[in-house]
Structure formats: C-alpha cells, structure tokens
C-alpha cells in the first residue's frame, strides 16, 4: 500500500472514531465518578489534596480535567477534553504502532479500525477519567522508541521518555510496556556489530536516563501540588507511595453495590463479552452508560496470540516485542487476586487488536477472496459495534437493548 | 559523546528538578521560632475552646505543619460542602476551587486543619484506656498509623519522637486518666521541639468534665515555671470565617 493511501485511510478511521467520540456528548449528564473527578481535580491543583475517587492512582488526571476547565469551563466537552483528546489520538497511533510491529498496512489500519468502534473503549473516552489516557500514551512512548531505532535520533527517545512518564502518572501499568521497550532498545543496542564496548556502555546510559531516570521524573512532578500546598518531602512522598501500592493491591472499589454488577474478573476479558457500566439521572430518567467488548474482535484474541506464538519462530523480533506486550500486561491481571474492572483492559487490547489484525491479514494473504473475506468480517464487527455503540452513549435505557442493561441490574433489584 | 552528555544531561537535570521539589515541599512549611520543650523557656498560650487552637495557628499563619494533640478525642468529623440540592459541575467547581468552611468547633478542628493545610500530619496521643477502647486492641501495640487518602494520621499513647518543631496541642481532656505532674515530668523528657504550644480548656466541649479543667489549670501553673503562659484571645477577624 502506498504510504499517502495508508495515512488517507488512518485519518478517515480517526475521523470516524473522533465523531463516534463526540456525538451527543454534550447531552450526556456526568457520571458519579466525573462529579468526584472534578472535584478532586480542584481539590489536588488548589490544595494538594488526595480524594476519595481512586486516590490509590497517580495524579495526572487530576491535572489535566482541573487544566482543561480551566481553560475550557465547565461544560461536557471542556471537562472531558483530555479524554476525548487522548481517546480520539489513540485511533491513528494503534494504526501506527501495528505498522511497524506488523510489518502491514492492512494490519495496522484494520486494528486502528478495532480501536475506532471499541465501545468500552468510546465509553472511557466520553468521561473525565484518567482510562483511555494509559493506551494512548503507551502507544505513543512505543511509538517514539520504535522510530527511535530506525532513525537513531536520540530526540525522540527523550520525547518517548517524557511520554512514558505522563503514562505512568496516569496509571501504574504503564510500568510493564515501558519496561518492555527498554528491554528491547537494550538487547538491541548490545546486539550491535561494529560498535565497541564504550560506545555501547554510552548507548546504555542514554537507555537509563530517558526510559528510567526521566518517566521517573516526569512521573514525581506530577505530584508538584501535594508537596507544594501541603509541605510534604519527597520522604514522605516515597512513604505516601508504599501506601498507594498496598491500596492497589486489595482495591475493591468505594461502591461495594458496583462489585455485583461489573465484570471485575480479568480471566474472562478475552473469553466471554464483557462489559463497564456506569448509571446516573438525566432529570427523572436513568440513564446507563454501558462498554460492552465486541466479541467479534475480542474474543479472537486469544487464538490470535496462540497463533502467533505458534507461529513465533517465522516471524522477527516485532512479533515477539508484540507477544511480549499482550502477555507482561495481561498476566498480572489474571494472576492478581484484586478485583479488576473491565476498564483496565484498555491497556492490553491495542495489542489484543494489533494480533487480532495482524493474524487475520496473515490468513487471508494468500487467499484469492480475501477482500470479500474482509468485507464480510468488518460488516459483521460493524453490525455488532452500532447496538454497542448504543449502549456506550447512553441511549440504550427503554429500547431493545433494554435486556442487556438488565444484565448489569444488581441483584436486589431483580 | 553527543549522546553521551545528552545521558548526563537528562540524568543531571531530572536530579536537580527533584532536589527543587524536595525544596519546594520544605519551604511551603511555615513555623515560628522553634524551642526545645526540655532546655528552653519557650511562649506557651492558654486557650480557652478547642476552636481557638485553631484560629490560633491560623492567626500564626502556621502551614504544612506537624500537630501532636493530647487528648481523649480525634476531633476528625468531617464537615459538608456550603452548596445543598443536586450536584452541577460548576457548583462543584466553585465549591472546591474556593474551598471554605464556615466555622470549626470540638467536633472537627482537627480535620479542618488538615484540610486547610495548616498540619500535613496528626499525631494523636490517647490516654491507655481510651487507646485501647477506640483500637479494641488486646495487643501491646501502642502505635497505629492510618492514612487519611495518603496523608498520615497516627494514635499511639505516649509522646512522640518527632525531629522536626510541631504544633503541641495540650487538650483538658487529656488530664482524664492523668495529673499535672506526670505531664510536665513526661514533656520535659520528651525531645519535642515546638514553636506553639496551646493548652486547651476545652469550655466548648461538653464531654470534658470541670475536674479535667481544674487539672488542665493546675498544668499551666507547673507550667509557668518552664514557660511564659499568654492567656490567648481570638481577634473577632479571624474567628468570622476559615479560608
């Protein structure tokens, strides 16, 4: 495919997915965890103050909602930019990422399709919470540290660094394709011909200062307000960390009601459909935002993979880099005895996707009917993708739909 | 060497923007001139309500400060928000950009010096019995430490060892399961440095008796041998309203 055609294509995915994004947006009322959101955003930026939505994660989001009312005011849009923002980036980048993991235009633009009509993934990105921040920026550092290697422009990799960091200060997870990408630019640094044990020890130190020492700091600034407005030292920052690290371990959420209804087992991610919901009042009428995963798309994910792995010794290093991505950032959660929402998949499924795309093209790279094939499967995740799509604006309650929501009334409703 | 220095670079000036973080966090701290409780005279305010303490320390314009307060009571409830009726964001927004209480009492001073950032951290020191009844721990341990969203709250029985000056906060309360001179004896063994040290009469609370009172008086008065007592009024600016 020629370069102009694939970008052509990308940004008529982003477009698609920036309207799916943005549709209605306006009418939709916020969530109880956007009301806390905002409120915490104000309360850390003004007074440095932790708050009881998710104090157990790092601070970013906290920056960015309380940045953009600042700059936006207090609408749906301005509250909800960064999301939208970080939402609608993430399209083009999963493309982008999957094209230098894959090796394939088609690859890249069908996962960059998956990514555009994911409805948990619409769903995160029409709130003011920090989920869909954790792919994008990890996408994004990948991508600097993947272009990094072709171009040897060391620029990028502080960029790349920088970008690791915002990711981390977003959530934790970002730690492991982080660490996975210094792993590679060092393997690959060492496997260099030609270069002399200094020059490779000075390449390793550049690996060290901008994928370790620089998201480390980027990710300690973030807590700028906390030690500014309350008088903390980084002593007690370190302190206040292991804190937030047990939290982690054993979070089950402030709303015990909410256990019952969202799917919080990470074993089923790619097995069965699941889904994030969230529930509030349009005036006397409920409304309940509701990602349901397509199981079109995720639940080929795990033969993906396998076929992948199967397949490991015929591809190069990316294949593996792309393996190695799935499985570091999905094993901790199936392995984790805390309960895991839905919404944390969104930092493994642009590589779920990326394998899902890469492994279809594969197969169907020899067949002589293969756009009828491809046609037929982008027809069958589109034709499920607009009832979830449905869902995940809010416009299911009182419609057809109407059954599945049920699936996620608690049970002393029933 | 290009990217060698650009190595030492970022590893050099991620260490100086901590090192002016660290700095930043230490600044923000305001205290007055310190003294060392066992080896110097120092300014001691006798208060009459718990809510004085507070306006105290905010006419002191003490901030990010330690507090260790010796009493029977946490002084932790928290307050609600000004604005009533169905949450808008702007509300929210106006609520929280301009955070305000409207008064503090016996109830919360304590949790409204946190909030307002006047103590980033409390030390609470119970007496035994009441340790042991709000901990319902059989254990010997004397020593918990919770966190309120990360910012830390600790209960223990005797005078802490903390090395930097505090807030002392002597509540009447405090004299329920112990004398004047058993105090003074332990606070002039501690190693605590503090630049306000109230001792609160605590009139506004209820649940201290008239006894611990008169015991919180015969305090000040063994006091005043090691300590100039002020007897402390709020000016009425102060005690209209807490930003």
Redesign the interface.
Known sequence: MVPRLFFSMLAFLTIIGAVLRIYWLADTQPTGDEFYTIAEAFDYMVRGHYGLEMWHHPKLRDIFVFLAIKFFGTNAEGFRLASIVFGILTIPLTGLVARLLTRSDAAALLASFFMAVDAIHIELSRQAIQEVYMPFFLLLGIYLALRYRDSNNAVLLVFSGVIFGLGLASKWNVAIPLALTLVLLVCQGLKQDGESAFEKSKELLLFFATMVVLPLTVYILTYYPWLLHRGYDLGEWFTTQKIMFAENLVHQGANPEMLQMQDHNPLLWFVRPVGFADFLMNGNEPVVVLGVSNPFVWLLTLPAVGYLMFHVRKHDWRHLFLLALFWCSYLPFVLSRRLTGANTALTITPFAFMAVASVITTLLKEKPHRNYYVTVYIGLVVLIALPLYLLAIGKGYGTILQPILELYRPMHER | ????A???L??AG?AA??IV??H???T??VQGRAFALARERFPAYAVKTTGDVYFLWQEQRV???IVVHLGRFLHFMEAGHSSGGP?Q??T??A???H?TIERTSYKDFLWVAF???IA??IYTVLPPADFKERFDTTQPQKYIVI?E????RIFTTSLPSVTEPVLLNIDASYFASTDAARLMDELMKSGLKADIVTICLAEDNPDVTDLDRQKARDFITLLSAHADIVNYKPSSRLSKGIK
Not at chain 2, 1 to 4: A, G, L, P, R, V
Request: with cysteine.
């Open positions: 060497m290009k990217n060698f650009l190595a030492l970022i590893i991620c923007s901590l973080l660290n930043v966090g230490n923000a701290r901030h990010g400060r949450p964001i702007a929210i927004v609520d929280h950009e955070f909030q307002t950032n980033r951290g966190h969203y990360g910012s830390p």
